[in-house]
């Protein structure tokens, strides 16, 4: 969605989150809305893993968790077993300050994280006096059997 004003603009757009290969997002049954928490699950892969000679995440090392980027990811945006919204809205908020920098357009605009627990919000300043203001909705799709 769009909204354009006088000297700034607002841009709306959704992105849906995909888990890490190998996980799954699934929404707790247990609780009632608007409550409810999305949890993640590992996934087995063997099928597809044996042909390389690998176990999947699921069967793989004792239960234990191996260090590495997918598990990092996790265990940044997740709470116990589930997505926690805040840290997803601020993880999110970092990384796209963090790109910002390195785009050409950095130079022409001031990229500022707005405070938000809910939603991801940008705004950009231009030295002429435009301002363009980003409200990223994140949202989870959740896995279906089959």
Not at 57 to 81: A, E, I, K, R, V
Not at 85 to 110: C, G, I, R, T
Not at 112 to 118: G, I, M, W
Request: hydrophobic share 40%; net charge negative; glycine share 6%.
């Amino acid at each position: 969605a769009w909204s354009i004003q006088e000297n700034s603009s607002t841009y709306c757009p959704l992105v849906i989150l995909r888990p890490p290969l190998g996980h799954s997002f699934h929404l707790d049954s247990m609780e009632q809305p608007p409550a409810r928490r999305m949890n993640v699950a590992l996934q087995c892969l063997c099928s597809g893993q044996q042909l390389l000679g690998q176990m999947c995440l699921l069967h793989s090392s004792g239960g234990q968790q191996p260090w590495d980027q997918d598990w990092y990811l996790l265990d940044t945006l997740c709470t116990g077993s589930c997505l926690d919204a805040e840290k997803v809205v601020y993880w999110v908020q970092m990384l796209v300050a963090s790109a910002w920098l390195l785009l050409p357009q950095s130079y022409y605009f001031h990229l500022t994280v707005l405070p938000s627990s809910k939603s991801c919000s940008w705004q950009l300043s231009s030295t002429s006096g435009l301002h363009y203001r980003i409200e990223m909705a994140l949202a989870v799709q959740e896995c279906s059997s089959g």
